[in-house]
């Protein structure tokens, strides 16, 4: 079975600068979720999409960060201007199902940015 | 006070000896708890749920205590390959899958 995919694997920005993420998650998977993983810390949710539709983006910064997900598969999370702050790794997840039950979520390889 | 509290570490531990992290969390209506393990540079993969009524799997056991609000990883036999950093994290709302991350523990296995 294939795993969560995402692409570029690294990106290397000037501050200002804008940037794009793009994540395939398993097949069939109806929730996916994009993740910041600053240096030294634990991954912070930014953003949960259940089919395409958003269930939680409390924690996603919206002056800068977007994100979408359309035909409720692939998704791409964007921000645009960047700054020094934003220098992380960007995991994309997805779990099965959402709701009632315990579903583990995979992970992808992520995204690792430096802002410069 | 972090939703979520683990002590980074690094734990540095002779092989096989055994290991324990804690990690204590605010909510006291979360309702699952998880340990992933992470390689450097690599992504979280789940370890092990952590269940009401503890749980082992092999030289792994997770433990869970609501009354003092934490879970705990205790690593028996440590082998070269364990280590890692352990994350802990809470789901708090039953039915919203959101996971809140422990900053993690460092652990390194000394030959």
């Known amino acids: 079975e294939a795993g969560v995919a995402q692409s570029p694997r690294y990106k290397i920005i000037e501050k200002r600068q804008s940037v794009a993420f793009w994540c395939n998650p398993i097949?069939?998977?109806?929730?996916l979720y994009w993740y910041q993983q600053i240096l030294g810390q634990g991954p912070k949710l930014l953003i949960q999409?259940?089919?395409?539709?958003?269930?939680?983006d409390s924690q996603l910064p919206k002056d800068r960060f977007s994100a979408e997900r359309l035909k409720g598969v692939d998704s791409t999370l964007k921000i645009q201007p960047a700054k020094l702050e934003d220098s992380a790794v960007y995991l994309c997840?997805?779990?099965?199902?959402?709701?009632?039950?315990?579903?583990?979520?995979?992970f992808g390889p992520g995204t690792r940015l430096t802002v410069t | 006070r972090k939703e979520v509290e683990q002590d980074p570490g690094p734990f540095n531990v002779p092989e096989g000896a055994t290991v324990a992290f804690n990690c204590t969390y605010s909510?006291?209506?979360?309702?699952?708890f998880f340990w992933y393990r992470q390689d450097c540079r690599k992504e979280p993969k789940l370890l092990m749920s952590?269940?009401?009524s503890g749980n082992e799997d092999g030289r792994f056991t997770a433990q869970l205590n609501r009354a003092s609000q934490y879970i705990s990883l205790l690593i028996r036999d440590s082998k070269l390959s364990d280590s890692a950093t352990y994350l802990c994290?809470?789901?708090?709302?039953?039915?919203?899958?959101?996971?809140?991350f422990g900053t993690g523990t460092r652990l390194t296995i000394i030959p």
């Open positions: 994290a809470v789901r708090s709302n039953f039915g919203n899958e959101k996971l809140t």
């Open positions: 997840a997805s779990s099965l199902a959402y709701g009632g039950t315990s579903y583990e979520q995979y």
């Open positions: 999409f259940q089919n395409n539709g958003v269930v939680d």
């Open positions: 097949s069939g998977h109806a929730t």
């Open positions: 952590v269940y009401s």
């Open positions: 909510n006291s209506a979360s309702q699952s």
